[in-house]
C-alpha cells in the first residue's frame, strides 16, 4: 500500500482538477504552469479545499472519501504544510509558533531539541517580524515537523527570495528532508530546484497529472510537449509526420529524416546546447540560417535565429569556452544530429493507453 494516494476531481469556476498517483516515499516535485492546480491539489491533500469527488488515503487512513462521505479536518490529517510565505503567526514568539504545532500540551523538552535542530538558539523569544527570511523558514519547518506529521507539503517554499538565500535555505531543506524520511510533496516553479530536491517528479497540465517519473528520466527524456517545456527546452515545435521516415516541424517549416518516426509524435523538441555548426548542406537535418541575432550572457552566448521568414525563431546556446570572442558571424548552416529530437506526444492520455508511461 502506497504512503499516499491521490484520486480527487474538484470543479473551481471553469476550472476543472483531475488529479490521480500516489506516492510511496521521498520526495515528490510538482511543476506546471501558474493556474494549472498544483497549490489547489496540496490543498485538496491538506483539507483546507474539499475535493467534489475521489478518495486520499494516507498510510491506510482514509482523509478524503466522497462516496463514503469521509472529510477529516485538516487537524486530524497529520499533514504538515509549508505555505510560501511561512504562514508564522506574526504576535507569537519562535518557541510559541513551535509550540503552535504540538496541541494543547506542548512538551518543552522537544521545543529546545527543535530550536536546536533548526539552529535556532537565542531567537526563542523573537517575534517573526524580528527575523531573517532564512530564520523563518528554519521555524516554519520546526513548526511542522513539531506536529509529527506523516506527509509534508512544499508550497513553492523559496519563492519570495533572491537567489544566494535560495541556495542556501535550499540546502538545509535537502538535510530537513533527509533527516525527516517522511513522503514528501513539494511544489515548484524551478526545475533546478525539482532535480536538486526531488526523487520523483510530475506535471501537471490544465488540471490533470500528465506524467509522473524519476527526475533524471522527466528532464533527460521528456515525454509531452507539456513536460518538455518544464524540463527547460527552448525549441519546440508542432509536427506532422509525412512518412515513416520523415517528420515535418510545422512551426520551423523543416522536414526532419529520421530512421523511424515514433507513431504518437505531435511535436518536436529541440535542447539548445545541441545545434551543431555546418558549413554544408549535403547531410541530413541541416539547414540554413536566414536570419539571427547574438545576445551575451555571463558564460555563454545566445544565438536566436531562424530558416526563413516565416519560421519561428529558434534558440542556440554556445559555451564561451567554445568560443571565446563574439563570433564575427554566425555559421551559414546549422546541423541537428536525430538523436537529440525529442519526440513528444500533445498529452499524456494517448501515450498513457499505448502503455508508453505509466497510467
Known amino acids: 500500500m502506497a504512503g499516499l494516494q491521490v484520486d480527487i476531481k474538484k470543479k473551481y469556476g471553469s476550472f476543472q482538477l483531475d488529479v490521480a498517483f500516489q506516492l510511496d516515499q521521498g520526495t515528490l516535485g510538482i511543476l506546471g504552469a501558474s493556474g494549472c492546480g498544483k497549490s489547489l491539489t496540496l490543498k485538496c491533500i491538506a483539507g483546507i479545499e474539499t475535493p467534489d469527488q475521489g478518495r486520499i488515503i494516507l498510510h491506510d487512513r482514509v482523509l478524503f472519501d466522497s462516496n463514503r462521505k469521509i472529510n477529516l479536518p485538516p487537524?486530524?490529517?497529520?499533514?504538515?504544510?509549508?505555505?510560501?510565505?511561512?504562514?508564522?503567526?506574526?504576535?507569537?514568539?519562535?518557541?510559541?509558533?513551535?509550540?503552535?504545532?504540538?496541541?494543547?500540551?506542548?512538551d518543552l523538552s522537544l521545543v529546545k531539541k527543535y530550536i536546536r535542530q533548526f539552529h535556532l538558539e537565542g531567537l526563542e523569544k523573537h517575534e517573526p517580524s524580528w527575523l531573517s527570511g532564512g530564520q523563518k523558514q528554519r521555524v516554519a519547518m520546526a513548526r511542522m515537523i513539531a506536529a509529527q506529521p506523516e506527509l509534508l507539503l512544499l508550497d513553492e517554499p523559496f519563492s519570495a527570495m533572491d537567489s544566494y538565500l535560495r541556495w542556501e535555505l535550499e540546502g538545509q531543506m535537502r538535510e530537513f528532508l533527509e533527516q525527516a524520511e517522511k513522503p514528501a510533496l513539494l511544489v515548484s516553479h524551478n526545475r533546478d530546484e525539482a532535480y536538486r530536491l526531488c526523487q520523483t517528479v510530475g506535471c501537471i497540465n490544465q488540471g490533470k497529472m500528465e506524467i509522473i517519473e524519476p527526475v533524471r528520466e522527466f528532464f533527460g527524456n521528456p515525454k509531452t510537449r507539456t513536460s518538455a517545456l518544464l524540463s527547460g527546452c527552448k525549441n519546440i515545435s508542432s509536427a506532422r509526420i509525412l512518412d515513416e521516415h520523415h517528420l515535418l516541424a510545422e512551426d520551423w517549416g523543416i522536414i526532419f529524416t529520421i530512421p523511424c518516426v515514433p507513431a504518437h509524435t505531435k511535436a518536436v523538441g529541440i535542447r539548445a546546447h545541441?545545434?551543431?555548426a555546418s558549413d554544408k548542406r549535403d547531410r541530413d537535418n541541416t539547414f540554413p540560417i536566414a536570419e539571427s541575432r547574438i545576445l551575451e550572457d555571463m558564460f555563454e552566448w545566445n544565438i536566436s535565429f531562424r530558416l526563413s521568414e516565416n519560421s519561428s525563431w529558434m534558440q542556440w546556446k554556445i559555451p564561451k569556452k567554445e568560443w571565446q570572442e563574439e563570433p564575427v558571424e554566425v555559421p551559414e548552416y546549422v546541423t541537428v544530429d536525430v538523436k537529440n529530437i525529442m519526440f513528444l506526444a500533445e498529452d499524456g492520455e494517448s501515450m498513457k493507453k499505448d502503455g508508453i508511461i505509466a497510467g
Open 75 to 106: 487537524q486530524k490529517r497529520k499533514v504538515g504544510y509549508m505555505f510560501q510565505d511561512y504562514a508564522l503567526f506574526p504576535h507569537m514568539t519562535v518557541e510559541k509558533n513551535i509550540m503552535a504545532g504540538m496541541g494543547r500540551k506542548p
Open 274 to 276: 545541441t545545434f551543431m
